[in-house]
């Protein structure tokens, strides 16, 4: 190949920076619009965090009344972390948009205190009541009875 004039190379350079520059406003943007959510299995907290996992949003559903406290704030507390994972994954999911595979990557991973959805340590969510219920008839039930000590 041969080189090029230096005002062509100047030009290309200036195109680099500028898509660049362009690449990095889109990222802002998309990370300003980064944010969480998680409820309680049990539906009375719900919780919402920003992209820097900040609680932006906390609701406290009125049966919670005369509960214990300590049992509120460990859901409060789980449901805090579930939305920082839910944000972050959403953050990961844009930086690798935008940096791609790498070291850096790898460095924004590995400053996400509660980790990421998606990291392949996300908790597998218990199938509801409903479809955990036994359901054959009493004859096949008592004939064939589950195994409730394993």
Do not use: C, H
Not at 24 to 43: C, I, R, Y
């Amino acid at each position: 190949m041969e080189p090029k004039e230096p005002d062509e190379w100047l030009a290309q350079y200036g195109q680099k920076i500028e898509q660049a520059k362009q690449n990095a406003e889109q990222a802002k943007n998309s990370l300003g619009e980064v944010g969480g959510s998680a409820t309680s299995s049990d539906g009375l907290i719900t919780v919402t965090v920003n992209a820097s996992g900040a609680v932006t949003n906390l609701i406290l559903r009125p049966a919670l009344r005369g509960e214990d406290p300590e049992r509120i704030s460990g859901a409060i507390m789980t449901a805090i972390g579930q939305a920082q994972r839910a944000a972050a994954g959403q953050v990961v999911q844009i930086m690798t948009d935008f940096v791609g595979d790498g070291p850096a990557l790898d460095f924004v991973k590995a400053n996400m205190p509660n980790g990421y959805s998606g990291d392949g340590t996300d908790l597998v969510e218990p199938e509801p009541e409903i479809q955990r219920r036994d359901t054959r008839p009493d004859d096949d039930y008592f004939t064939n009875p589950p195994d409730v000590m394993a």
